[in-house]
């Protein structure tokens, strides 16, 4: 009986070792860690958390402050989750949503438009176009503004053109974004993150009713 309790035991202790996270910890002087150093000499550690969902966190920890400097998920080359910076500009990236990789049917158009127009008001047809926040922003301008050059990509020489594809909905909300052709994960995500971050004052109107559109978009990432 003792023998057979034994054996249960420690398969049960070999299922939960499997599945538990593992954590690696690594010390340094600076947050961009240069150079590792012993633990009594660090202002900074590196904490990697393997998680059970098969993600793996960075962590870069003050250890004056016990603040984040930085933390990142990564599921293979695909972020994940909420990304968080505390140096120059301390933002959060959100990476927790789900890619769609379909060149999705865009039939949705407006009579005497081409989509390339759909962000200029047209009076000849009646046309109003949906107003970003911020009297002089444009989209590529509202692009470029907010991409994060994803850092593991800029190290590997990564670059290419994302093609997505979006709709605009007669409330003026961005829905249905596809990737029609993407690079790399992470810069596909990337590319669909900042596109989800797209806001709009006014909805697409042609003669005062409401209307949606949708386009085809390429996002650049270029290293120089």
């Known amino acids: 009986m003792i023998k057979q309790f034994s054996v249960l035991t420690l398969f049960f202790l070999l ?7 593992r954590v690696t910890n690594t010390y340094y ?10 633990r009594e000499k660090a202002s900074y550690v590196e904490t990697v958390t393997y998680n059970i969902d098969s993600t793996i966190t960075t962590e870069v920890r003050n250890l004056k402050t016990n603040s984040i400097y930085s933390s990142e998920t990564l599921k293979g080359e695909e972020p994940f989750g909420i990304w968080k910076y505390s140096g120059n500009r301390g933002e959060e990236l959100d990476y927790s949503f789900q890619m769609n990789y379909r060149d999705t049917v ?7 438009l081409r989509f390339t127009d759909y962000f200029d008001d047209n009076d ?19 692009i470029r503004n907010n991409v994060r050059y994803p850092a593991a990509a800029r190290e590997n020489g990564i670059m290419g053109r994302v093609y997505l594809r ?3 909905s007669p409330e003026g909300k961005v829905e249905r974004i596809s990737v029609v ?5 992470s810069l596909d995500k990337e590319a669909v993150r900042v596109i989800r971050k797209l806001t709009f004052l006014n909805p697409p109107t042609l003669r005062g009713i409401p209307q949606s559109f949708c386009i085809s978009l390429p ?3 270029a290293l120089r």
Request: glycine residues 8%; hydrophobic residues 40%; charged residues 20%.
């Open 181 to 185: 052709r993407g690079v790399h994960p």
């Open 106 to 112: 865009c039939n949705d158009t407006i009579p005497g």
């Open 124 to 142: 000849t047809v009646g046309y109003k176009a949906p107003r970003m926040p911020g009297s002089d922003m444009t989209m590529m301008k509202f």
């Open 219 to 221: 996002i650049n990432f």
């Open 29 to 38: 002087k600076d947050p961009w860690r240069s150079k590792m150093v012993p």
């Open 15 to 21: 299922i939960i070792s499997s599945v538990a996270q």
């Open 166 to 168: 979006f709709a605009v």
